[in-house]
């Protein structure tokens, strides 16, 4: 699946993802490929974006922000 993690005055994460796991408000999820489309916040934590072949998660921290996945396209504003 695609992943944007983006600021307001820049991009920290442009590319592929197997599962990425989100601080959402209502608790930690995992979107996977194909998962359903949503739209939540987000809350302070790490969000961990896991790409093939590479063992540990890209971790980013996040203090708040929104979460939106559709069509196989996460996007995540920080």
């Not at 930690?28 to 934590?45: A, D, F, Q, R, V």
């Amino acid at each position: 699946m695609k992943v944007k993690v983006l600021e307001l005055e820049k991009k920290l994460f442009d590319g592929e993802a197997d599962k990425v796991v989100v601080p959402a408000t209502e608790g930690e999820m995992c979107l996977l490929p194909n998962h359903i489309s949503i739209i939540t916040s987000m809350k302070s934590g790490k969000l961990k974006i896991y790409r093939k072949g590479i063992e540990r998660p890209l971790s980013i921290p996040v203090n708040s922000g929104v979460c939106s996945f559709s069509d196989n396209c996460a996007v995540f504003v920080l």
